[in-house]
């Protein structure tokens, strides 16, 4: 759910350095020429053929169209299989910058992993005043069947994928957490193939850190989060997809191939000797840690949704007897409620002791009186978003919207203001795409994977930058219209 | 009002398959826990047609079980025996264990979710016990809702919610102790359901088990109201456990994969 | 270590793949016949889709059997399950399922297959270009089967795909053969008209196999060396003979990785056992429409057997 002010039109010249910008550039926004991590790429942009470049970018979509890198679209029965568009010009990050974003993520993680702890065991935090009972007690995202568990190796968010976006040579702002079920890391790695293969000078200029062993981390970082009790002699894992029509199969099946496990379905799962186990050719073989894309609430037939086909009826129960680890663990959603969000600093400092060292962006939480009746008169100014909606659906940017649809979002808002909150609308930054006449800026955030096991915090350098390819366009998300672009973190 | 009691249960379920089971799983929440006046002596479940899976303590802390049934089996037996020494403690259960927190329980759920009915007969007893302390009111409140549902089997079944069953004017012990907990968190007091187990005097053959609310009353804890005998629990009450509503805490549930009826017996008795 | 229901996966996607490739020989056969003969082109035509074995729901549709109606049918109706775009849909669908299990060149081999002929059958298809979209499938098919003989390890995966593969061409050939089973009795054979001959060369060709039998015999050609090329030659790729020897060599491989010897490879064990035990004058003795019957419903019975000794659906 991204989303920018609609300042004033970027006054770009073809491929050129004229701007008028109003928007942190962070290639072109250097005192002059290119900003430094990307002085050797735009020095070779420069020297290279627009016709070349655009060839290669039709190459890359020939590319991912072949291996089938698709996500599938709700709702639209016959074009079921999309191209996320990619865009062949790289988004840099200078080692510097990237040490900072490391830092900070690892900080929230960890607390974020204490809170879940916390708010499933003693609720320590409410106890002591930091955060209002009403947020969790009134929140569907609280899972009352977690309390009390004791997951394997104590980690609840064994991947996050924490939206990121910047506003200045210093200023990134976190977004949302992601602690459910991220999507989008198979990007990250086949956007690296593809321009590993289609340029592979510039890897031979510049020092880019690699992103290919993240399955390999994946796999290490879910083992160690494997139950004691395992009977087998190494951990076993499985990863649990709704299935073929799901939007987010291909990664589902990559994931599980590029780690080597087995991409298993509701109908291949059957609890056997106390302990979820997959049907094999050979018989039944037990699984130790299944990593989970399937929703909460289709999880376990038996204690949430009895009418999901999705999930593996008794798997809860299992769960709690300390037989399997699920990944992520369920519940974690009440981590990243949009309504706890704005809480979040305190919450890093009740665990932490420490300040957050990434910023949360400003929230009105329209539950309260005083915020509401500011956000109802600047509506066209804000950015308000459901407080439990994702994939940028059920949310008003102000700026972009129209009278009418500002008067039917307010009446909306008035009708259930607990339900929303509101932010301001941020100055994104861009980033140039390759468009038709050569470079053209357009809006980023940035997607940084993060694995969690019980001894550490892997952060794989680099992950999906999103990019609103319509000009001006505020909003990134896949599901409408967004693409992506590989995203290089340098060494030092 | 009856003194400590021991008590002598036997409790067997019989679920009978027309068509050979493919894959079926059932929970239980069967086994009484020491503690809150009652002592357990000694206690077993002995499953026929299936196999225990995992057994664990749930959110509330109640002692589960998963059993699967054998596969191709057409008849699961599920019978718990042992013995339990109950004191009197008229009603007054006490402090709260585990880690569900009290605010938990002021929460409607969807079997308990309070509709006109509901609300409307909560503000009348607000009215009728204005000058009565927690204790009287909610006598108060057991006596109207019994007034208003009469005890009666075989019109409600167990999906039945309060505010159904309130509208019917009539149901079963189920049905009274969910309508008791919507009105009393109406009333902003804590409220739970219990399952388990009732000695009654003459009746040696049961055929269900039991159920009550209990409610959070600062001061005291947590206090049993039985609204279908129109007491608090004394010393012929076995606690088994608890929960939010009846899902939380039903004696047994299950799943299964694939065709066919199956059809559910029980025997019960409880002996002094 | 593999799913019940990737070895599924797999023995179905090459099921599928196979059945697409044979019902597009079996349309060329067709077609040459249609263009080479002044015979009466409306009755090879509906000859063609008894011998798919669609004529039923190809009636629903269609008044006339003409060149328009049985190749759209064959190829591209959506309401044909058997048609070849659907049996590549399928084929797709299982090579989805069973991704993890597949090298890139197969994954990748499989998809673009199913991208150039869903373009190819995009638009109704004319006898202008039917040689273009024949080859196209001939083509795309092969290019998979060559990534799975090239890249994939010999083991369990293998095995499942060339099951698939071979089930389903041993039951292909039987049921042509069956289906024309009456042009090959002895009888037939003095009747010396062109329509038998016709019939004779169709059923080499939708086994793609009139060349090399010419090479084979010269230029003799009688009933009874169709079938025995068909039955029991081993050299003939498409006979059953070379079918249930590949089976026999997957099963084997199978008992040999698990360390179980299965129910099913008895079940091959008798039905080759059954071949090596006939020649081609004691099958027409039996009664060859009797044989073919036998052969098909063993098949069948192989194909459930596989299917549940390794669960492929629990």
């Known amino acids: 759910m991204r989303q920018v002010a609609c300042g004033a039109t970027v006054g770009w010249k073809t491929g050129g350095m004229t701007h008028a910008a109003t928007f942190f550039d962070e290639m072109l926004s250097g005192a002059e020429g290119a900003r430094d991590p990307y002085k050797v790429y735009y020095d070779w942009f420069e020297n290279e053929d627009l016709k070349r470049l655009r060839r290669k970018s039709v190459d890359a979509e020939t590319f991912f169209r072949k291996i089938g890198i698709t996500f599938n679209v709700y709702g639209q029965e016959e074009a079921d299989e999309r191209l996320i568009p990619f865009d062949i010009v790289p988004r840099i990050i200078a080692a510097r910058e990237w040490a900072k974003l490391e830092r900070g993520i690892e900080q929230r993680v960890r607390a974020i992993n204490a809170f879940l702890y916390d708010i499933y065991h003693g609720q320590e935090i409410l106890r002591a005043g930091r955060i209002p009972r009403t947020l969790i007690s009134g929140n569907e995202a609280f899972c009352p069947e977690m309390i009390g568990v004791n997951p394997p190796g104590g980690v609840y968010t064994h991947i996050c994928g924490v939206d990121l976006v910047r506003t200045g040579e210093d200023d990134f702002y976190v977004l949302e957490d992601n602690v459910r079920t991220p999507s989008g890391v198979s990007y990250m790695l086949e956007n690296r193939e593809t321009m590993l293969q289609m340029f592979p000078e510039l890897f031979t200029q510049l020092k880019v850190r690699p992103v290919s062993s993240y399955p390999q981390t994946l796999r290490r970082s879910l083992s160690a989060s494997a139950p004691g009790s395992s009977p087998n002699a190494a951990p076993v894992i499985a990863v649990l997809t709704p299935g073929i029509h799901n939007s987010a199969y291909f990664e589902h099946a990559f994931l599980a191939d590029q780690m080597g496990a087995e991409l298993v379905e509701s109908h291949d799962l059957q609890i056997v000797d106390g302990r979820v186990a997959m049907r094999t050719t050979q018989g039944y073989q037990t699984i130790d840690v299944l990593y989970r894309r399937v929703d909460d609430d289709y999880l376990d037939p038996l204690t949430f949704n009895p009418d999901s086909l999705l999930g593996v009826p008794g798997i809860m129960d299992v769960y709690r007897a300390g037989n399997i680890t699920i990944a992520n663990a369920p519940g974690t959603g009440i981590a990243d409620d949009k309504a706890l969000y704005s809480y979040l600093p305190d919450i890093i400092e009740f665990y932490t002791g420490e300040q957050a060292i990434l910023k949360n962006v400003p929230t009105w939480r329209c539950s309260e009186p005083d915020a509401l009746s500011y956000v109802l008169s600047n509506l066209k100014d804000l950015v308000v978003k459901e407080v439990h909606g994702s994939g940028g659906y059920g949310m008003l940017v102000g700026p972009a919207a129209s009278k009418k649809e500002i008067a039917a979002f307010e009446a909306k808002l008035r009708a259930k203001p607990a339900n929303y909150i509101a932010q301001p609308t941020l100055s994104l930054s861009t980033v140039p795409i390759l468009s038709k006449s050569g470079l053209a800026p357009r809006h980023v955030d940035l997607r940084p994977f993060v694995l969690v096991s019980p001894n550490k915090v892997e952060i794989t350098p680099g992950g999906l930058t999103r990019v609103a390819l319509k000009k001006g366009s505020l909003v990134v998300n896949s599901s409408q219209g967004g693409g992506t672009k590989d995203t290089w973190v340098l060494g030092d | 009002m009856g003194d400590d009691m021991k008590l002598t249960i036997t409790h067997k379920t019989t679920y009978d398959y027309d068509t050979p089971v493919h894959y079926a799983l059932q929970k239980l929440r069967l086994i009484p826990r020491t503690g809150h006046g009652q002592t357990v002596l000694n206690w077993q479940t002995e499953i026929n047609g299936g196999e225990k899976q995992v057994t664990f303590d749930d959110q509330f802390v109640n002692h589960t079980e998963l059993v699967k049934v054998t596969p191709g089996t057409t008849r699961i037996e599920i019978i718990s025996t042992g013995e339990v020494e109950v004191h009197n403690q008229n009603g007054v259960i006490g402090q709260h264990n585990g880690y569900a927190p009290l605010w938990l329980f002021e929460e409607a759920t969807a079997m308990t979710a309070a509709g006109n009915q509901i609300r409307h007969l909560a503000s009348l007893v607000r009215q009728e016990t204005a000058d009565l302390d927690d204790v009287a009111r909610l006598h108060h409140l057991s006596k109207a809702i019994l007034s208003r549902v009469t005890y009666e089997t075989g019109q409600t079944d167990s999906t039945t919610t309060a505010e159904m069953a309130l509208s019917a004017g009539h149901g079963v012990c189920q049905d009274h102790s969910h309508i008791m907990i919507a009105a009393a968190r109406v009333l902003g007091y804590p409220a739970r359901y219990i399952s388990g187990y009732l000695f009654m005097d003459g009746y040696d053959q049961q055929d269900a088990t039991h159920a009550w609310a209990e409610i959070w009353i600062t001061g005291l804890g947590w206090v049993g109201f039985d609204v279908s005998n129109g007491i608090s629990p004394d010393g012929r009450y076995v606690r088994v456990a608890t929960g939010r509503d009846y899902s939380d805490a039903a004696p047994i549930l299950g799943i299964r994969q694939g065709v066919g009826a199956e059809n559910l017996h029980v025997s019960l008795q409880v002996q002094q | ?314």
């Open chain 3, 1 to 314: 270590m593999m799913l019940g229901k990737t070895a599924g996966g797999l023995f179905w996607m090459f099921r599928y793949l196979e059945r697409a490739e044979n019902t597009a020989r079996l349309l060329e056969a067709g077609w040459r016949i249609a263009l080479t003969r002044s015979s009466n082109s409306e009755s090879e035509w509906k000859s063609i889709v008894t011998t798919a074995g669609m004529n039923i729901g190809f009636e629903a549709k269609h008044d006339t059997y003409n060149a328009a109606n049985v190749i759209n049918y064959l190829l591209r109706d959506k309401e044909n399950p058997s048609s070849v775009m659907e049996t590549l849909n399928q084929a797709r669908a299982n090579a989805r399922l069973v991704r993890t299990a597949l090298s890139s060149e197969v994954w990748e081999a499989t998809n673009e297959c199913w991208m150039a002929i869903k373009d190819e059958l995009a638009r109704p298809v004319s006898e202008r270009n039917l040689h273009d979209v024949l080859a196209a499938i001939r083509y795309r098919t092969s290019v998979v089967r060559g990534a799975l003989h090239g890249t994939m390890l010999r083991n369990d995966i293998f095995s499942f795909s060339q099951l698939g593969t071979f089930i389903e061409r041993a039951d292909n050939t039987a049921r042509i053969l069956d289906v024309k089973y009456y042009v090959l009795l002895p009888s037939a054979a003095y009747v010396g008209s062109n329509v038998d001959n016709a019939q004779w060369e169709v059923i080499l060709r939708s086994v793609s196999a009139e060349l090399s039998f010419r090479w084979l015999h010269g230029g003799t050609v009688s009933p009874m060396m169709i079938a025995d090329f068909l039955i029991l030659d081993r050299r003939m790729p498409r006979s059953l003979a070379f079918c249930y020897q590949e089976i026999d060599e997957c099963l084997k491989q199978l008992q040999e990785e698990y360390g179980t010897r299965q129910p099913c490879r008895d079940k091959a064990d008798a039905i080759c056992a059954r071949m090596r035990g006939h020649s081609i004058e004691g099958i027409f003795q039996e009664g060859l429409h009797e044989f073919l019957g036998e052969f098909i419903k063993s098949t069948t019975g192989l194909a459930s057997a596989i299917e549940e000794n390794f669960r492929y659906y629990g």
